[in-house]
């Protein structure tokens, strides 16, 4: 059962620049938790896809879901695609443009 779930990216595009993409969606953990999402490094062969590398901080007792975002406020549209990595697991979503 996969740990990351309702990802999606959008990209703002309504002028003038700057331009926006957010990524936003939920991943399993505990309450108290923090998630952190920052580019990959490396990033990957192609690069028409964003990676972003997901990151879990703190403790917490009670199961649930914890919501992750990312913002590239100086977006310059040089994405098709964003994956979010989280230990073995990966999510690619397609980024939608919003004008």
Request: proline share 8%; net charge negative; hydrophobic share 35%.
């Amino acid at each position: 059962m996969s740990k990351l779930h309702d990802w999606q990216a959008i990209a703002e595009m309504k002028p003038p620049p700057p331009f926006a993409l957010r990524v936003t969606g939920k991943v399993k953990g505990y309450d108290g938790q923090t998630v952190e999402l920052a580019p990959a490094v490396p990033q990957g062969i192609n690069p028409k896809i964003l990676m972003l590398q997901l990151t879990i901080k703190g403790r917490g007792t009670k199961p649930g879901d914890l919501d992750g975002s990312y913002t590239d406020a100086d977006y310059k549209s040089q994405f098709e695609q964003v994956t979010i990595l989280y230990e073995s697991e990966a999510v690619t979503v397609d980024i939608l443009l919003a004008s």
